[in-house]
């Protein structure tokens, strides 16, 4: 397993920040790791990179405990910070070839050239990084993860500040990666579009917990909604039971959501609440988009205000 | 290549190569001009003996340096830090201490340019005079420890720090706790608190050194006492840098 993460705990400041997190993603697999803000992703990638020690919790990263060996786990990830600071003084194919070295590896012009191409930069360029634009500046970082061959790559935001067209460019990149190299990404962002383009398995973090994890068409049973509707009704219903198999979860003015548990197929269930009298006018189904089902998982998980 | 050299390397460019580095070496290359003119053209001043006017050119170089070392000390991890460039550097495989001694390769190449910045103000107000080479190489073997000292100190620190300001602020108050009493007068160092300040502190171990060698021509074995509390303060501040290193956070 490239990621094998259980039972992470971590206080700051008397404040628990991680309190169980379970992450675990296969070799090659792009995993996304979303959350709201503060939910702890970054401080777990700064624990899964080997910056901060958890205070409990077990934690293996493409084989190696970060804790005890930091610097065979740094020769084979990649990592692209969140906020990731440049030498601006530097340009970026002295930035990239400095860099190299650190790695053992002394890279040839054409190489960084190369290097710099793969993420859309021109190695030509001799600018300053100080004058790179945020999205110039985001697609060097991924350069700099890429330099030494990772076996596993970990991306805080990848896209941030990148226009749609360098968005695009940023996923074909990374889906080429891995599905041509095999390299694993553990990609941490907000975007749900680059979690549905991208991402094979997921993990929901909120106030510091894992509350779901699993492959994308997982979420909605785990979310525990069923299929829901929306109806619209002329006038006010009937005081009758409802059928079997329908749950009213609200109402919203002359709307009303209901939930079918999929024991009745719901054109069963329209006829029975049609018999029943019940003045439908409308049937809407809910949307079941990554972005209703991750409100819906951390909503869950927060209880009612 | 070594991390530490790749780090020193790239660190001595910005120093060297950088606008803000060179108007450090342009502002101290000015305090000396000024000293010199001062030494020359003012009607005190001028009447010091040659051996003095040395002395305390050596004390105003080792000083400039320590400052030196105390800006670049207090910046080198607390500046990272702010400016994000230190976790793409955690993340590399380079070791925390090799950062620390990385860092310390660019403050040796500080205090070499300041070395070199000095020796012609040092050759302008004492060729005429004795003990000229002697002063150089005193200011090497005396000065180097002194500095670096100072150096390891503000990188222990910035280390710690969360910003440069929470570095350089104690960094700075050691320099002036320890270069402080030095310029004070000679009845408060003959004083019963003065004259032990003068045997355990680096920096007035490093000045009464360069005052016996040129002033009074001693020899290099009446000075290992003095030489030892500097590499004492040495060793001491570089394993307080060694500490602070591998406790280093984001």
């Given at each position: 397993m490239d990621v094998d993460v259980d039972g992470l705990t971590l206080t700051l400041g008397g404040r628990p920040v991680l309190d169980g997190v379970s992450l675990h993603a296969q070799p090659g697999e792009i995993y996304g790791l979303l959350g709201p803000n503060g939910a702890g992703k970054s401080t777990t990638l700064s624990v899964i990179t080997g910056l901060r020690r958890a205070a409990s919790g077990q934690v293996s990263v493409v084989g190696h405990d970060p804790a005890r060996e930091a610097l065979a786990l740094h020769r084979e990830i990649g990592v692209l910070p969140e906020r990731s600071g440049f030498y601006d003084w530097m340009d970026a194919p002295d930035y990239l070839a400095w860099f190299a070295q650190l790695y053992g590896r002394r890279l040839t012009g054409p190489e960084i050239t190369a290097e710099l191409a793969q993420v859309?930069?021109?190695?030509?360029?001799?600018?300053?990084?100080?004058?790179?634009?945020q999205g110039m500046r985001q697609r060097l970082g991924l350069a700099r993860a890429l330099l030494h061959r990772p076996r596993l790559l970990i991306l805080d935001e990848p896209t941030n500040g990148l226009d749609p067209r360098g968005r695009r460019e940023v996923h074909n990149l990374l889906l080429e990666r891995s599905r041509q190299d095999g390299v694993g990404i553990l990609l941490c962002t907000h975007l749900l579009d680059d979690v549905e383009r991208l991402c094979t398995r997921i993990g929901i973090l909120h106030q510091g917990r894992t509350v779901f994890e699993g492959a994308l068409s997982e979420l909605a049973t785990a979310s525990n909604e069923g299929e829901s509707y929306r109806l619209h009704l002329r006038t006010e219903p009937p005081a009758v039971p409802l059928p079997p198999g329908v749950e009213l979860l609200a109402w919203q003015g002359e709307w009303a959501r209901i939930k079918l548990?999929?024991?009745?197929p719901p054109e069963d269930v329209w006829r029975g609440l049609l018999a029943a009298r019940w003045p439908i006018a409308e049937i809407h189904q809910e949307a079941g988009g990554l972005e209703t089902l991750y409100l819906r998982m951390t909503q869950k998980e927060e209880g009612p205000a | 290549m070594n991390p530490i050299l790749l780090i020193a390397r790239k660190e001595s460019r910005e120093l060297l190569g950088s606008g803000r580095g060179l108007a450090w070496l342009l502002a101290l290359s000015a305090v000396l001009s000024v000293l010199g003119l001062l030494f020359v053209s003012n009607t005190e001043l001028s009447l010091l003996d040659n051996a003095q006017v040395v002395t305390m050119e050596l004390g105003t170089i080792t000083a400039l340096g320590a400052l030196l070392a105390v800006v670049l000390g207090s910046d080198a991890i607390a500046g990272e830090r702010e400016r994000a460039t230190l976790i793409p550097l955690l993340l590399s495989p380079a070791r925390r201490t090799d950062i620390v001694l990385g860092k310390m390769g660019n403050q040796l190449v500080g205090w070499l340019v300041m070395y070199l910045i000095g020796l012609p103000y040092l050759w302008a107000v004492g060729s005429s005079g004795q003990n000229l080479a002697q002063a150089c190489a005193y200011l090497a073997l005396f000065g180097t420890p002194l500095v670096l000292g100072f150096g390891f100190l503000a990188q222990g620190l910035s280390s710690r720090a969360a910003a440069v300001r929470s570095a350089l602020v104690p960094s700075l108050l050691a320099l002036i706790l320890l270069g402080g009493p030095v310029m004070l007068g000679p009845s408060f160092r003959q004083s019963a608190i003065g004259s032990w300040l003068d045997r355990v502190n680096p920096f007035a171990a490093a000045i009464n050194s360069f005052d016996s060698v040129v002033?009074?021509?001693?020899?290099?074995s009446a000075q290992l006492a003095r030489l030892a509390i500097v590499l004492i303060w040495l060793a001491a501040t570089a394993a307080f840098a060694r500490s602070s290193a591998t406790s280093m956070n984001v």
């Amino acid at each position: 397993m490239d990621v094998d993460v259980d039972g992470l705990t971590l206080t700051l400041g008397g404040r628990p920040v991680l309190d169980g997190v379970s992450l675990h993603a296969q070799p090659g697999e792009i995993y996304g790791l979303l959350g709201p803000n503060g939910a702890g992703k970054s401080t777990t990638l700064s624990v899964i990179t080997g910056l901060r020690r958890a205070a409990s919790g077990q934690v293996s990263v493409v084989g190696h405990d970060p804790a005890r060996e930091a610097l065979a786990l740094h020769r084979e990830i990649g990592v692209l910070p969140e906020r990731s600071g440049f030498y601006d003084w530097m340009d970026a194919p002295d930035y990239l070839a400095w860099f190299a070295q650190l790695y053992g590896r002394r890279l040839t012009g054409p190489e960084i050239t190369a290097e710099l191409a793969q993420v859309g930069l021109d190695g030509r360029n001799r600018r300053a990084i100080g004058t790179y634009s945020q999205g110039m500046r985001q697609r060097l970082g991924l350069a700099r993860a890429l330099l030494h061959r990772p076996r596993l790559l970990i991306l805080d935001e990848p896209t941030n500040g990148l226009d749609p067209r360098g968005r695009r460019e940023v996923h074909n990149l990374l889906l080429e990666r891995s599905r041509q190299d095999g390299v694993g990404i553990l990609l941490c962002t907000h975007l749900l579009d680059d979690v549905e383009r991208l991402c094979t398995r997921i993990g929901i973090l909120h106030q510091g917990r894992t509350v779901f994890e699993g492959a994308l068409s997982e979420l909605a049973t785990a979310s525990n909604e069923g299929e829901s509707y929306r109806l619209h009704l002329r006038t006010e219903p009937p005081a009758v039971p409802l059928p079997p198999g329908v749950e009213l979860l609200a109402w919203q003015g002359e709307w009303a959501r209901i939930k079918l548990d999929g024991t009745r197929p719901p054109e069963d269930v329209w006829r029975g609440l049609l018999a029943a009298r019940w003045p439908i006018a409308e049937i809407h189904q809910e949307a079941g988009g990554l972005e209703t089902l991750y409100l819906r998982m951390t909503q869950k998980e927060e209880g009612p205000a | 290549m070594n991390p530490i050299l790749l780090i020193a390397r790239k660190e001595s460019r910005e120093l060297l190569g950088s606008g803000r580095g060179l108007a450090w070496l342009l502002a101290l290359s000015a305090v000396l001009s000024v000293l010199g003119l001062l030494f020359v053209s003012n009607t005190e001043l001028s009447l010091l003996d040659n051996a003095q006017v040395v002395t305390m050119e050596l004390g105003t170089i080792t000083a400039l340096g320590a400052l030196l070392a105390v800006v670049l000390g207090s910046d080198a991890i607390a500046g990272e830090r702010e400016r994000a460039t230190l976790i793409p550097l955690l993340l590399s495989p380079a070791r925390r201490t090799d950062i620390v001694l990385g860092k310390m390769g660019n403050q040796l190449v500080g205090w070499l340019v300041m070395y070199l910045i000095g020796l012609p103000y040092l050759w302008a107000v004492g060729s005429s005079g004795q003990n000229l080479a002697q002063a150089c190489a005193y200011l090497a073997l005396f000065g180097t420890p002194l500095v670096l000292g100072f150096g390891f100190l503000a990188q222990g620190l910035s280390s710690r720090a969360a910003a440069v300001r929470s570095a350089l602020v104690p960094s700075l108050l050691a320099l002036i706790l320890l270069g402080g009493p030095v310029m004070l007068g000679p009845s408060f160092r003959q004083s019963a608190i003065g004259s032990w300040l003068d045997r355990v502190n680096p920096f007035a171990a490093a000045i009464n050194s360069f005052d016996s060698v040129v002033i009074d021509s001693q020899s290099l074995s009446a000075q290992l006492a003095r030489l030892a509390i500097v590499l004492i303060w040495l060793a001491a501040t570089a394993a307080f840098a060694r500490s602070s290193a591998t406790s280093m956070n984001v």
